[in-house]
């Protein structure tokens, strides 16, 4: 599971955290189903959504080999 898909299961939906984020669900989906991996500059803010269950580094990991 990606990094990003465990910030989704955490939070609840991809909804929720496009919310959080101030962006729209879609750019959530795009990140899970096209990207497999989020934006860099929302990785801070995404580990902060999940209260630091998933971190700055497992976020990291999703773009090594990309």
């Known amino acids: 599971m990606s990094a990003i898909a465990k910030a989704v299961e955490i ?3 991809q909804t929720a955290l496009a919310k959080m984020l101030g ?3 879609a750019h959530v ?3 899970l189903h096209v990207h497999k ?3 860099a500059k929302y990785i801070r803010r995404i580990s902060q ?3 630091g269950q ?3 580094s497992d976020l ?3 773009h090594e080999g990309k």
């Open 23 to 25: 962006v729209k669900q």
């Open 37 to 39: 991996r989020s934006p």
């Open 11 to 13: 939070v609840g939906s």
């Open 49 to 51: 959504a999940t209260n």
């Open 29 to 31: 989906w795009n990140w």
């Open 60 to 62: 990291l990991k999703d």
């Open 54 to 56: 998933v971190t700055e």
